[in-house]
């Protein structure tokens, strides 16, 4: 749980167009506001990742997503994957912004099964962007410490301890039930 005092700063910080770490399922992830273009293009620029292979968005409740994508399936049907660790390519809606979404239509979400990132986001009343927090193609963060020898103060480190998951989450098309990551 986050305390009080740290959110203000966490918000702070988002505002600004800063970029934080936050435990995850498997990893601590790198994250900001998906809506900030700076903070986005500073959240590459330190993972050294293209901007056209697009990033997914977490989110601790369905309405922070509804902004993102052109609709959502049937309750029902989300239930099967959500909360969890899958991420669903969905088709990206008019507000999605293209430095989220990269060269792809659809736009990559997850509603969190971490309960400290889903507490941060409904804290934040936003999903927020998640990846792994390293460079593209090293060995993500697995703890607060490694966050901060890795970034310093380049980021906006938040305590936590990570999930129990070995692995990232699957990501999954929603409309061919095609798998792009096991």
Same mark, same amino acid.
């Given at each position: 749980?986050? $305390? @009080?005092?740290?959110?203000?700063?966490?918000?702070?910080?988002?505002?600004?167009?800063?970029?934080?770490?936050?435990?995850?399922?498997?990893?601590?992830?790198?994250?900001?506001? $998906?809506?900030?273009?700076?903070?986005?293009?500073?959240?590459?620029?330190?993972?050294?990742?293209?901007?056209?292979?697009?990033? &997914?968005?977490?989110?601790?409740?369905?309405?922070?997503?509804?902004?993102?994508? @052109?609709?959502?399936?049937?309750?029902?049907?989300?239930?099967?994957?959500?909360?969890? $660790?899958?991420?669903?390519?969905?088709?990206?809606?008019?507000?999605? *912004?293209?430095?989220?979404?990269?060269?792809?239509?659809?736009?990559?979400?997850?509603?969190?099964?971490?309960?400290?990132?889903?507490?941060?986001?409904?804290?934040?009343?936003?999903?927020?962007?998640?990846?792994?927090?390293?460079?593209?193609?090293?060995?993500?963060?697995?703890?607060?410490?490694?966050? &901060?020898?890795?970034?310093?103060?380049?980021?906006?480190?938040? *305590?936590?301890? &990570?999930?129990?998951?070995?692995? $990232?989450?699957?990501?999954?098309?929603?409309?061919?039930?095609?798998?792009?990551? *096991?």
């Amino acid at each position: 749980m986050i $305390p @009080a005092s740290l959110l203000g700063r966490v918000r702070r910080h988002l505002r600004a167009g800063g970029v934080i770490a936050y435990a995850t399922e498997s990893c601590y992830g790198l994250g900001c506001d $998906p809506g900030n273009y700076a903070a986005v293009r500073l959240l590459l620029k330190i993972k050294r990742r293209r901007q056209s292979r697009g990033l &997914i968005l977490v989110a601790g409740r369905l309405n922070q997503l509804k902004r993102h994508v @052109a609709s959502l399936p049937k309750r029902d049907d989300l239930r099967k994957f959500w909360p969890g $660790p899958y991420t669903l390519l969905l088709n990206a809606s008019r507000f999605a *912004p293209k430095w989220i979404t990269g060269k792809h239509g659809k736009i990559a979400v997850r509603l969190t099964a971490h309960p400290d990132a889903a507490k941060l986001c409904n804290s934040l009343n936003m999903a927020l962007v998640s990846t792994s927090a390293n460079v593209s193609g090293m060995k993500p963060a697995k703890t607060y410490r490694d966050c &901060i020898s890795r970034f310093g103060n380049r980021i906006l480190t938040i *305590p936590g301890k &990570i999930g129990k998951r070995k692995t $990232p989450s699957t990501i999954m098309d929603m409309e061919t039930g095609k798998i792009f990551r *096991p």
